[in-house]
């Protein structure tokens, strides 16, 4: 079995599910998960503001051409389900939604693949009084056997910055300027 990057994959997946256990950490928090996979396609995404949260879940069947409603809690199960492939490689193409992912992988060989998006943007303030924004922005290819793993290296073998793809990347806004401080002495 190669691994790559299951570790990476799951250290998101446990970042998004304690950003939903706990709501308040932050300000404000705007994720989405969407997962394509030979069992459906999820699309999952939420807004979490001031401590409360609400968000949407759907699934898919495109054997079917059915969508199905589901609640938002059920995506960090749906998402430990990715985890059953045998290799799990973070994507650093150009292509930016779930579809073309997969259809770069599958253009490079690879045979039922699964692909997972996660984003995630966090907003708080810190007792200075400083913003702070967090950016992640990942994509893994599931490969359900090791063998593959030749099939989709040219997705992956760039491991240089990213402007699109990212995890944790952070803004932070200069110091706030307080009216006393700007009018100087008296």
């Known amino acids: 079995m190669v691994d790559v990057d299951r570790e990476n994959y799951q250290d998101i997946v446990q970042d ?9 950490t932050y300000d404000q928090v705007v994720w989405k998960l969407e997962y394509l996979s030979l069992h459906g396609w999820y699309h999952f995404y939420g807004l979490i503001r001031n401590g409360e949260s609400s968000g949407i879940g759907h699934r898919y069947d495109s054997i079917r051409g059915e969508a ?97 793809w990212c995890r944790d990347r952070r803004f932070i806004s200069s110091l706030p300027v307080f009216a006393k401080d700007a009018v100087g002495p008296t």
């Open 68 to 164: 199905t409603n589901l609640s938002p809690d059920e995506c960090i199960s749906v998402a430990l389900a990715f985890n059953t492939n045998a290799s799990i490689v973070a994507y650093s193409g150009s292509n930016a939604t779930s579809t073309a992912i997969l259809e770069d992988a599958e253009s490079e060989g690879a045979v039922d693949v699964d692909v997972i998006r996660v984003a995630i943007e966090t907003r708080e303030t810190e007792p200075s009084g400083r913003r702070v924004m967090s950016v992640t922005d990942t994509a893994f290819i599931g490969l359900p056997l090791p063998n593959q793993i030749s099939s989709v290296k040219r997705l992956w073998v760039d491991r240089g910055p990213s402007l699109k």
């Open 16 to 24: 998004l599910s304690g950003i939903l256990a706990q709501p308040g």
